[in-house]
Every structure is written in C-alpha cells, then in structure tokens.
C-alpha cells in the first residue's frame, strides 16, 4: 500500500531513529476512510507564493551583469531556506480550515512532529531572514543603480513576503500545531514524540 505524501515527506527528511518511530508500519491516513478526517498539506495559495518567488529569481539570475550576480547569491540562502519551510512549517497551515470549521484532520499524528521541528527550529527561520534579507537588498540596490524597475518590487515583494511569515505564516502554523496537539490528547491519539529532521 503506497505511503501518504506527508508520511512520504517525513521519510525523506528524518534521521533513522526517527524512522523507526514514525506510523509507516500502520494504514496511511489518505487511504482509510473519508470519515477519518483531511489530509493536511500546503495550501495551494501559499505553494503558489514560494513558486512565483523561485521563477522571480530564477528570472532575475538569467540577466547579465550584477543583477545576476546578486541573484545567485540569493538564491543560495533562499532556496535551503524555503525548501525547509515547506517541511517543517507550510503544512501546518493546511490544518487551519479544517481546524476552524472543527472537521477531523486525517494527518494528525504524522503532522505534530512537524509543529516540534518548527518550534525548535524558528529562531535559525529567522536568523536566515535577516540573511535573506541582506541578499535581497544587494538586489534592490544592483536594480536601482540599473534602473530596473521590476526586480526593485520583486525585492520589496521578498521583504514583504518574509514579514508575512513572520508576522503571520509562522505563529499560525505553531497554534495550528498546539490545537492539533490538543485535540490528540482530547480524542486519545498516541502522539509520536519525535523532532522531524535537522540541519
Ligand atoms: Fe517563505
Ligand atoms: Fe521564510
């Protein structure tokens, strides 16, 4: 029987030990009844935002001279950054309509050990915004001095899109994750005590 895609994720960031640990000897969560809850995942809208993002600087890399340069550069830190997010925090937020509308989550045990790894982890998430944001003003700076307008808004864009995170993305993943907990423990679900991954 073919493993989920979270439970498919967590393998293939999760050391050994935590392997071990993890549900994939039990029924993947999308392949038992529809009554057993929604699979959780990145929702599409913010899936969209990290790809826009990614073409944005691929675009800007493809150009000759400075701007280029400094678009590599930022793809460097950016990239690693993002690829972690969309472990570790993106999903939780596809808990949040299912959890405001009270509908079971069927992801519910494989998902809290994402919500530990976010915890742990959100002070090096945001030690690499202010690397990120370092790079991206290295790109502001190459496009205004060229006069190109457009990589100026996407660099604006970039900050912006850090600040969401920030303000927003990242505290709503984390209640997302304690209401989950709770709910585990309210509803009896064996919670893995596991941390997913690390860098
Ligand atoms: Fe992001
Ligand atoms: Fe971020």
């Not at 001279?65 to 690829?83: K, Y």
């Not at 494989?110 to 290295?138: T, Y």
């Not at 700076?141 to 899109?161: I, W």
Request: aromatic residues 2%; hydrophobic residues 45%.
């Amino acid at each position: 029987m073919p493993d989920s895609i979270l439970v498919r994720r967590l393998r293939s960031i999760a050391p050994p030990t935590v392997l071990l640990l993890l549900p994939g000897a039990v029924e993947s969560p999308r392949e038992r009844a529809p009554e057993c809850g929604i699979p959780v995942d990145i929702p599409a809208s913010v899936r969209a935002e990290h790809r826009e993002i990614r073409q944005g600087v691929m675009r800007a890399i493809a150009e000759k001279g400075e701007i280029g340069v400094a678009a590599r550069t930022l793809w460097t830190v950016l990239q690693p950054h993002f690829v972690r997010e969309e472990q570790i925090a993106l999903p939780l937020l596809g808990a949040l309509r299912p959890l405001s509308q009270g509908k079971p989550i069927a992801d519910l045990v494989e998902v809290l050990p994402l919500a530990d790894s976010l915890k742990r982890e959100l002070p090096q998430m945001l030690a690499e915004h202010d690397i990120i944001a370092r790079a991206v003003d290295r790109l502001a700076v190459v496009a205004d001095r060229e006069n190109k307008v457009g990589y100026q808004r996407f660099a604006e864009r970039l900050k912006l899109h850090a600040l969401n995170e920030e303000e927003v993305m990242y505290p709503a993943a984390i209640i997302a994750g304690d209401l989950m907990r709770l709910r585990a423990k309210v509803e009896g679900v064996t919670v893995p005590c596991v941390l997913i991954g690390s860098r």
